[in-house]
């Protein structure tokens, strides 16, 4: 047995000056076990970056003996859609009460002694103060004596999922931090079905976008009235306009009778300047660029979307590139109006145009799944 072992073990988290690429050759050590069983975890031959990222994407832990790092753990809260899209392989990670760890490993030398469970005991303190009442882990389904350990640690079963390039089928445990781990059928979890869809459609996946719809499903479009009477309708319908367009999912809660309800709007030209359904498009295209949004309690909306093109107003002036806006509420003035980008050269001698009305652009990262690169222009406020 290695005399270290009967040291101190001391945990901590990460710090900036401990090296990456020895946590990296631990994890590679830690794994090799289950790379000899034919696991490919993530963890068995990730590069140094791989490592850097995953730490990065939340609270690493690290068990130290004697100045030499012997374990680590990361965790982290729940997932964002916009900003974490691989999430959407189960809803559990959508969840607002939930926590996730990963990267879980002790050097050979050190296993057997009980370190494990003490970097998962605070991972679980780490999310009870950060208000999570959930734990979720993933490992290989195969891995029987991985599931028998996090079932002593009261862990158990609630999903499966295969994970891209994966030799294996994944499944997803769950442990109540407080009170019982939560039902599927909790308001909660029909919001983070709600994230998860959409998260389905901004990465284009129509296979899983059908699987998250009922079959009887019904979509409008208000702009047009049109109504699409089933989910295989919704899909094929979205599937034939796949470019061009990004979903943000601002914020998804539950309504009293216990539905969740998603609204998004755009009123717009197109890149070339053209609006669908003034220009002589008719049927399907008639709906492009155009849609509702139904704004917080507070007022609040956003949206994300394509700059619009610029079209001429006389032989010798270009309209400035703009968005409509059309704002209504019970016992309140319909607004009908126009928002137009700062730094836009047809801004001048534009007879529409206000200074209350020229909005400051914010360039946000692009979908890595859409063909179109550039700006993408985000517009957030209230009222």
């Known amino acids: ?183 599927t059928a909790d308001a909660e979890h029909r919001c983070a079905l709600v994230r998860t869809l959409w998260a389905h459609v901004q990465a284009r996946d129509w296979p899983a976008m059908r699987a998250a719809f009922a079959a009887d499903a019904v979509m409008t479009w208000p702009c047009s009235n049109e109504r699409l009477l089933d989910a295989d309708a919704i899909v094929r319908v979205n599937a034939l306009h796949p470019e061009g367009w990004t979903v943000h999912i601002h914020g998804v809660a539950a309504l ?24 002589g498009a008719t049927g399907e295209g008639a709906w492009q660029l155009r849609g509702r949004a139904r704004t917080g309690k507070d007022g609040s909306y956003r949206f994300e979307t394509i700059l619009p093109g610029r079209y001429p107003l006389s032989p010798r002036q270009l309209r400035p590139r703009h968005i409509h806006y059309l704002v209504a509420a019970p016992g309140h003035r319909t607004i009908v109006t126009q928002l137009y980008f700062a730094g836009d050269p047809s801004l001048a001698g534009d007879p529409l145009v206000r200074p209350s009305l020229i909005m400051p652009p914010h360039p946000v990262p692009e979908c890595a799944e859409s063909p179109h690169r550039g700006t993408t222009w985000n517009r957030s406020g209230s009222g």
């Open 1 to 183: 047995m290695d005399s270290t072992i009967a040291a101190t073990i001391t945990l901590r988290p990460l710090d900036a000056g401990d090296s990456i690429g020895a946590l990296t050759a631990l994890l590679h050590r830690a794994y090799a076990r289950l790379a000899a069983l034919g696991l490919n975890f993530t963890a068995v031959d990730q590069s140094i970056d791989t490592t850097q990222r995953r730490v990065a994407s939340g609270h690493c832990i690290v068990a130290e003996i004697d100045g030499r790092i012997v374990g680590t753990v990361t965790v982290c809260e729940g997932y964002d859609p916009n900003r974490d899209p691989w999430a959407r392989t189960t809803p559990w990670f959508f969840r607002h009460d939930v926590a996730h760890l990963h990267q879980l490993a002790v050097a050979p030398p050190a296993q057997g002694r009980g370190l494990g469970d003490r970097l998962i005991d605070a991972s679980e303190q780490w999310a009870r103060e950060g208000g999570r009442s959930v734990m979720v882990l993933d490992t290989a389904a195969p891995a029987a004596h991985l599931r028998r350990r996090y079932a002593r640690l009261g862990y158990h079963d609630v999903d499966e999922m295969q994970w891209p390039g994966k030799r294996y089928r994944s499944v997803l445990m769950a442990k109540a931090l407080a009170g019982h781990v939560p039902d």
């Open 256 to 279: 009293a009778d216990g539905r969740v309800h998603s609204v998004v709007e755009v009123w717009h030209a197109n890149a070339a300047g053209a609006y669908y359904g003034l220009e």
